[in-house]
């Protein structure tokens, strides 16, 4: 069974730093393409960034362009999410997942969920 | 940015009614429009790709169809398990956007 799991949610203050991590299994993690994605709450669906299988190309939303950075560890089947400098408005669940073709995304992780507040 | 536009926002039926939702994109994204749907508390998942292809073990009561500009998702018989908010998303460029969601209520 194809599986996505993330971690790392949590509640900080304006300007601070959070890493999320997606763990993976169930299909060969370096075959694909991944993505995060985000929903602010009782709001809609919003993509963050994604990246290539082996990581020389990553897209990410203007929003967040210069103070998030993905990566990945192919050895480690894992997903990552660099968030600096964090505002209010990166308040959301954000979800992992894999990128089967283009932009399509499927399965999804359950969320992590990230609140900025003071 | 592709804007994704939804409608209705909303709509509710009984079981058994042929559900529409209807997704417009601002510009031609040919073929490449998903559509998803998100049960309460749960992640979203991928139940319809390329406009009209259904994904594997998605019931055949969904179904999609459109092309260009104006896309829809149809459900032949709503069911109960069928509550959840239905977000359409093109994949024709990058961003990929999303539609703000149609969210499916059971009379």
């Known amino acids: 069974e194809v599986q996505l799991v993330e971690s790392g949610g949590g509640l900080l203050q304006p300007g601070g730093s959070l890493r999320l991590s997606c763990g993976s299994s169930g299909f060969t993690f370096s075959s694909y393409r991944m993505t995060w994605v985000r929903q602010a709450p009782g709001k809609g669906l919003e993509w963050v960034a994604s990246m290539n299988q082996d990581g020389s190309e990553k897209n990410y939303v203007d929003s967040v362009k210069g103070r998030f950075t993905i990566s990945r560890d192919n050895a480690e089947n894992s997903l990552y999410l660099q968030m600096n400098s964090l505002r209010a408005e990166d308040t959301a669940v954000y979800y992992c997942?894999?990128?089967?073709?283009?932009?399509?995304?499927?399965?999804w992780g359950q969320g992590t969920l990230v609140t900025v507040s003071s | 940015d592709i804007q994704m536009t939804q409608s209705p926002p909303s709509l509710s039926a009984s079981v058994g009614d042929r559900v529409t939702i209807t997704c417009r994109a601002s510009?031609?994204?040919?073929?490449?429009l998903n559509w998803y749907q998100q049960k309460p508390g749960t992640a979203p998942k991928l139940m319809i790709y390329?406009?009209?292809s259904l994904q594997s073990e998605v019931p055949s009561r969904f179904s999609g169809s459109g092309s260009g500009t104006d896309f829809t998702l149809t459900i032949t018989g709503l069911q109960p398990e069928d509550l959840a908010i239905y977000y359409c998303q093109q994949s024709h460029s990058t961003p990929p956007t999303f539609g703000q969601g149609t969210k499916v209520e059971i009379k």
């Open positions: 390329l406009a009209s």
């Open positions: 510009q031609n994204i040919r073929n490449y």
């Open positions: 997942a894999r990128d089967v073709r283009w932009y399509w995304f499927d399965p």
